[in-house]
């Protein structure tokens, strides 16, 4: 499919394209943060509330059972979505920061030793750094940081650099969040299971546009949400090998994640996944996410990212004269967008060229996008960061750029005046 030729039917099952904000057009541009939601995404969430409305793997009755059917189906399509062996390899969580607190604290409780070390990055974002420096406090594991390349990349060169028998785990995404840099997983993952280390893969920035296939590139874990992909808020996956998945205990105890206990605290747990999902889970979400996967599926993501380096590419040869928007990441190969804004050389604060761009009915975010140790490698406190996604168009980068070209202090501060 070629988009460009799609892109109004496209555009059509997004209701909330219709929307405008500060009185102009919506331009989403935050596709990072969250994507927007088809309407067979928001369909089948309402016809979980309305028709389905049951617990899941709790009922004794038709309506139950039709959501196990369903639940489990869409267990089953994960599985397909990400090429996993086995369905029981996909445990729903509800994102990709509980699938990577989890896998820190259980891979921490059961493998790791005082004095092991975890290896992240400072691209990272927080959720791949903090919950291995909580984990490891009370038991003295140390999280080292493989040195980034001029361009703020991880590099096979300098993660090798990096190793020593003390690195048990390396926890790191697929696609940078903040620099939309690829990481070269296969080659990664290769090195680490020759020295005997678990690979950890954030892949909340890839999974939406890059085609995953766990098994070809042989990672132990792989996390990522549903929101990120044209799915709803609060559900996501924690992918692992079943045989890690055995071997580790989960984090969360009770509501159905048992399969029996005593008074004395003996404890059987359920088989994987189930003993990883205490409580009830958010089904409408597992749901939804399906419907999203089936929606992405049917567009194609090669095709999908085919048409974001198109937009990518569009935006910087419209900007290549435009002398006050410096680009930190034009050779990335993503639609991700890092920039900031300046007026006679002085860096104008990366928030109010965002709420600037907001007055024009254009979403993009700024900050430090929750990696908050890369800004000693930009030098800079903060960026602007733009993020198409297969429903935005030519004409909306059309007037990105023309509001950037009249971004300057006096306009951007006229806004709170």
């Known amino acids: 499919m070629d988009i460009k ?8 099952e997004f209701p909330i394209l219709k929307r405008t904000m500060s009185d102009h057009p919506l331009v989403y541009l935050d596709n990072c ?15 979980y509330y309305t028709y389905l409305g049951a617990n899941a793997h709790r009922g004794d009755y038709e309506m139950s059972a039709q959501v196990d059917f369903a639940y489990e189906g869409a267990r089953k399509l994960t599985k397909d979505f990400i090429h996993a062996a086995k369905k029981e390899e ?9 699938s990577l607190n989890i896998l820190a604290m259980s891979i921490t409780n059961t493998w790791l030793q005082e004095g092991d070390v975890v290896l992240s990055t ?20 140390k999280v080292e940081y493989i040195p980034l390349d001029e361009k703020g990349r991880i590099t096979v060169e300098n993660f090798k650099k990096a190793l020593h028998p003390k690195v048990k785990v390396v926890c790191f995404a697929q696609v940078s969040n903040v620099l939309g840099y690829e990481a070269p997983v296969k080659e990664i993952v290769k090195i680490a299971h020759e020295n005997g280390i678990k690979v950890v893969v954030d892949g909340a920035q890839s999974i939406a546009h890059l085609p995953v296939d766990v098994q070809d590139l042989d990672v132990d874990f792989f996390c990522f949400s549903a929101h990120k992909m044209c799915g709803p808020t609060g559900i996501g996956v924690l992918y692992g090998k079943l045989e890690y998945l055995d071997a580790l205990s989960p984090i969360y105890f009770g509501g159905e994640s048992n399969a029996r206990f005593s008074k004395c605290g003996k404890l059987k747990l359920k088989k994987t996944p189930f003993k990883y999902e205490s409580g009830t889970q958010p089904i409408e979400g597992a749901l939804g996410m399906a419907a999203a996967m089936k929606f992405v599926d049917k567009i194609g993501k090669e095709n999908v990212h085919r048409y974001e380096l198109e937009l990518k590419h ?3 040869e419209k900007i290549k004269d435009v002398d006050n928007v410096k680009v930190y990441n034009a050779d ?27 007055t024009k009915g254009i979403a993009v975010r700024s900050g430090e996008h929750c990696a908050k140790l890369l800004g000693e490698v930009l030098g800079v406190p903060g960026t ?15 007037k990105f750029v023309l509001a950037l070209k009249e971004a300057s202090f006096e306009t951007c501060l006229d806004i709170f005046f």
């Open 90 to 98: 996909i445990v729903f969580t509800s994102g990709t920061t509980e």
């Open 314 to 316: 569009y935006f910087l």
């Open 5 to 12: 030729d799609h892109i109004g039917e496209i555009r059509a």
């Open 332 to 358: 990335a190969k993503s639609g991700i967008i890092t920039f900031n804004v300046y007026d006679k050389g002085e860096l104008i604060f990366p928030q109010d060229v965002a709420s600037f761009l907001n």
């Open 384 to 398: 602007c960061r733009a993020s198409v996604y297969f429903y935005n168009t030519f004409e909306e980068i059309d």
């Open 33 to 47: 943060a969250t994507t927007l939601k088809p309407r067979s995404v928001i369909d089948t969430v309402v016809h």
């Open 122 to 141: 400072v691209a990272e974002h927080a959720s791949s750094v903090l919950p291995w420096l909580e984990a490891g406090e009370s038991k003295g594991i």
